[in-house]
């Protein structure tokens, strides 16, 4: 859907995860055997799975500036507090964020990709396309930080086109 390349480091994995339900089609990756095998999923931690992708999606579309009433970020903030990490520090004195116990812990595994996210600066850069019918995770890359659709030429160009005509409608005025 996005022309946008993914989103760098540890990010990928959340993008991915949030992206693994197309809003347009409704299909949703989670509820196939691929699709939970991508992200180590066993069936039974499906509906979890689920609960966090919307919680990250939520997260995301905050960063684009985006609120959708009844949502918010708090729900985000429950699910994480209960991912266990711990600090490690490697041979050259790197400390990094690892899940404490069950690596494999797609709570966990986010969790961590949140905080290196979050240390480095680029969490907030990671942003849910502000068209309803798409809501696609996207890692905006522009120099200000700004960008508010998954693609330019798909969903930025649907919204310029419904407020082009929704000035003629409200000035009455014709296309020339």
Not at 32 to 53: N, Q
Not at 65 to 74: I, K
Not at 99 to 105: I, L, M, R
Request: positive net charge.
């Amino acid at each position: 859907m996005n022309d946008r390349p993914p989103a760098p480091g540890a990010l990928a994995l959340v993008q991915s995860l949030v992206n693994s339900l197309d809003i347009e089609t409704g299909a949703d990756r989670l509820g196939t055997a691929e699709g939970r095998a991508a992200f180590g999923l066993a069936e039974r931690e499906v509906p979890a799975a689920r609960a966090l992708r919307e919680a990250l999606r939520t997260a995301c579309l905050a960063h684009a500036g985006v609120h959708p009433r009844g949502r918010s970020t708090a729900a985000l903030d429950g699910l994480l507090a209960e991912a266990p990490l711990r600090v490690t520090v490697d041979p050259a004195g790197k400390a990094a964020l690892l899940p404490a116990a069950a690596p494999d812990a797609l709570l966990s595994r986010v969790a961590a990709a949140i905080a290196e996210a979050s240390a480095d600066g680029t969490w907030h850069r990671l942003k849910a396309c502000e068209a309803d019918d798409c809501q696609w995770a996207f890692y905006d890359r522009s120099p200000a930080g700004r960008g508010r659709w998954c693609s330019m030429s798909v969903c930025g160009a649907r919204a310029k086109m419904r407020a082009y005509r929704a000035r003629l409608t409200d000035g009455g005025a014709t296309p020339h």
